[in-house]
Structures are given as C-alpha cells and as structure tokens.
C-alpha cells in the first residue's frame, strides 16, 4: 500500500481568493434569493441569511430546516455568475506547486460541485486534482459537521492519518484534527492554535513545508 498522504484542499480562500469579489456575490444573491421566496425585505433577508449561517454551518441548511428550501434550485440560482473567470483571483504557478507535492490531491468544499469545477477549470487545475468532493457529496452537511467528513472518507476510501487538510478556517482545521489529520493553515494571523499542525502564508508554499508535515518527496526542503 503506498505511504503517500493524501491531500485535501479547501477551494475558497484557499486554492483562490474567493473573498475578494465572488463571496461579496454569493452574498448578494443569497439575500436576493431569500427576499424572492420568502417575500421578505432585504433587512430581514440579511439577518436571516446570516442567522442560519451562524446557527448551522451553513445558510441553506436554515431555509431546508425552516422554509422547506428545494437544496438544488438554491444551490443553482445563488452560485451563477455571468463573468466568473473575470471573478476568481488565483496565483498561475498555483498548479505547479501542486504537481510538486506526492499523493492524491481532493478538493474539499462546502460550495456546489458545478461551481468547484467551473473554478477548477478556470484556474486550469482539473490535471492537478484527483477528485472533488462538494456539498452534495457531503449528503447537504457542510464541514465541519463530522458527517462531512465521514462521507468524504467513506467515498475516496481514505484513512484519516493519510489525510493532510488544508484550509483558511479553523473550525475545519480543528475538526480534522480530531478525527486524526493532519493540518495545514493557510492564513497571515498571529497565533498558531494547537491543533494546527503548518501555518503558511499560501498554498504555494507547500513544497517547501513538507518536511514540517512528515511527508517526504523530491520537493522536501528545497
């Protein structure tokens, strides 16, 4: 059986600064969405959108729950955008970096999976990926619901001391570090937590942190 980790990458403020213009979008379209079919003001699409974010993970979850929201059509009318290659901010030497790193490479997002691969496609990473697995695959239970990461582990057959998350948010971070992971902080902040095991400023440098995650190849310490 072979030794090599595999890796799992968060896609939004990860593999691309998603929070530059396409979070601000989905945000807008979110309240639009909630305001056109619960016949609410934008005020209270805001708080509900917001609200159903902070109390389940995840704001689709609040309107299944709540509002008997249909989870495609949700998925499908809040995630489109006319421009999105004029919208994702990635850096090009990105696919390189990950060619340089051993083992299996899975996207791991709580986005849909049309736009995971629209993404993909348009940074040019589907020959760097080894697979996706959204919020669909997830059965609709984002992370860092445990059940998120079991149907991950479940569907690509995965060992948690294989797996290497890396990600912006803690509470991801946090749990995979309980089910055994090891984990990988993309993020400039002060203060590493305990349960984080790299912190790095980018994704780009992986390669160069190999060595600190226990993984060895032609890259480590370069």
């Not at 006319?82 to 901010?89: A, K, M």
């Not at 790193?101 to 791991?108: D, H, N, S, T, Y």
């Not at 440098?205 to 890259?219: D, I, N, Y």
């Amino acid at each position: 059986m072979s030794t090599a980790p595999v890796w799992l990458f968060d896609l939004d403020d990860t593999l691309h600064t998603a929070s530059a213009h396409i979070f601000p979008h989905i945000n807008r379209s979110m309240t639009a969405y909630i305001m056109q079919h619960l016949a609410v003001d934008e005020g209270a699409a805001n708080r509900l959108r917001t609200d159903y974010w902070h109390r389940y993970g995840a704001t689709l979850l609040g309107l299944m729950r709540h509002h008997g929201t249909d989870p495609a059509h949700f998925l499908r009318e809040t995630h489109r955008f006319e421009r999105l290659h004029n919208l994702v901010v990635f850096d090009r030497a990105l696919r390189h970096s990950l060619k340089r790193l051993p083992g299996r490479k899975i996207v791991f997002s709580n986005g849909p999976s049309d736009y995971a691969h629209a993404v993909l496609d348009i940074m040019g990473l589907h020959r760097a990926i080894d697979g996706v697995c959204a919020i669909e695959q997830m059965r609709l239970h984002p992370k860092p619901a445990r059940r998120a990461f079991h149907y991950l582990m479940r569907d690509h057959r995965l060992h948690a001391s294989r797996c290497i998350l890396v990600e912006d948010s803690l509470a991801n971070l946090k749990a995979a570090k309980r089910l055994g992971m090891r984990t990988v902080w993309i993020s400039r902040a002060s203060g590493r937590p305990p349960y984080v095991d790299c912190q790095l400023p980018s994704v780009l440098a992986l390669p160069r942190a190999m060595g600190r995650l226990g993984v060895s190849g032609p890259a480590a310490g370069a």
